[in-house]
DNA sequence: CATCATTTGTTCGTATGTATA
DNA sequence: ATATACATACGAACAAATGAT
């Protein structure tokens, strides 16, 4: 049935312990039985269940250090979003307000980008984010209509759109960035308090729903000494 | 000396292994001798030259597969690793030219992410990219002594020297960037044919060796209009 | 095409070292 | 100081895939 009599016994064990801490079994932060423990409940070597622990510490799901008991790390990064890039804004009192919220008839880059039809309409909400009372990036952000208008209603509340779009059912897969710099505008200077041709950090991106149909394009301009942008490839 | 007697014995087998391919006795795609043969060659028991071997072939440095003997990595991991990241230049004709390089006696931030000691020298390159006859983007990359000399041979040849430095079997595990934004200087803008002030795509890398040392440390500064940073999240 | 020696992968058992609580 | 935990290291055996004869 479940056909896992042919997979290794240690991959067999590593599937139990991922199940034990998916299903809430060992909390995030907790400590797993000990090998010795393991090694009578599961009735295997100590060479497996170590060969188990190991892969999953390596996957830094697990956090061993030695004299200590093993633990299920508090930050499960499940890999679903972060391989390896970072956007972090710099602050610690964190604001959003909202300048402009409203539906555009026409809207040819924004409606091409949303791959919607002629005479769909498109939503554009233009927001300033605020770390500690000061703005430090400037949004424009077209969404579909329909997700308009769910949108509207927490915009003023969370920068970060996407947890709260999945409260509501609306989930994403994909999101490309493109990311540049500009220069400010003289309506950007103004609003982030800076003298006009000031660059700016371009964060251009699309970002995709469970069907593959474009659920947001934005376009986000902050200033370089509050964001980080950081990448990081191989391991 | 080497203070190596307190390292486990695994490591130091990691690293004898490491120094054997970073000075081509094992070249890139190579097989390397048996696990047998390692044993008898080390004296060491079979899970000790397993677990160095295992390390280094999660850390992609080698690659093995049952039945087959384990080979060093040709080309670390170009798009495997790698979460969809594309830097692309716009251009048809590429060239280079190097404005400067030269030894630099101090230079402290340069030698701290490099993680070098107070007495060792850092090497420093300057460049220009230039696409179809007009400059793109400057560069200042600094790396340790030691490479700095072979960089050098071909730093007016090719903008990308990590595949040259791969002949020199010298091979990069991880690389770090940081994207950001900023202003040029009036240097940058007489080099690059642009107003003070125009903004500039910055990316700040740090490029990793197989044995997780810094092997270079750049700044790179480009013409917006010219270059695309461009990541995919997801999938 | 089948055989077979070689090579890596899996699993057991055991012993000792070393950091933690 | 002690018991417990993980880390290192040895040895042995069989399984499974590979590559050459």
Do not use: C
Not at 109 to 128: G, T
Not at 197 to 219: F, M
């Amino acid at each position: 049935m479940t056909k896992q009599r042919k997979l290794p016994l240690y991959v067999q064990i590593k599937n139990k312990l991922v199940t034990n801490i998916k299903e809430g079994v060992w909390q995030p932060g907790e400590a797993i039985p000990s090998e010795s423990q393991l090694i009578e409940q599961y009735n295997v070597s100590r060479t497996t269940i170590r060969q188990a622990i190991q892969d999953l510490a390596q996957k830094n799901v697990l956090e061993t250090r030695r004299g200590a008991p093993t633990r299920v790390r508090n930050e499960p990064q499940i890999e679903l979003g972060n391989p390896g890039i970072i956007h972090h804004e710099l602050g610690t009192d964190f604001d959003v307000k909202v300048l402009r919220a409203e539906t555009l008839k026409e809207h040819y880059y924004a409606s091409y980008q949303l791959q919607l039809e002629e005479n769909e309409d498109v939503y554009l909400i233009e927001r300033l984010r605020i770390a500690d009372n000061k703005p430090i990036a400037f949004q424009r952000m077209f969404v579909p209509l329909p997700i308009g208008e769910k949108v509207t209603t927490f915009s003023a509340e969370a920068f970060d759109i996407f947890p709260k779009l999945g409260e509501h059912n609306i989930h994403h897969t994909n999101i490309r960035e493109l990311v540049s710099a500009s220069n400010a505008t003289q309506y950007e200077a103004d609003l982030l308090g800076i003298i006009p041709g000031g660059a700016l950090i371009d964060i251009e991106r699309t970002t995709l729903g469970i069907d593959s149909q474009p659920i947001e394009y934005s376009r986000t301009r902050y200033l370089p000494e509050f964001f980080h942008y950081r990448v990081e490839i191989g391991k």
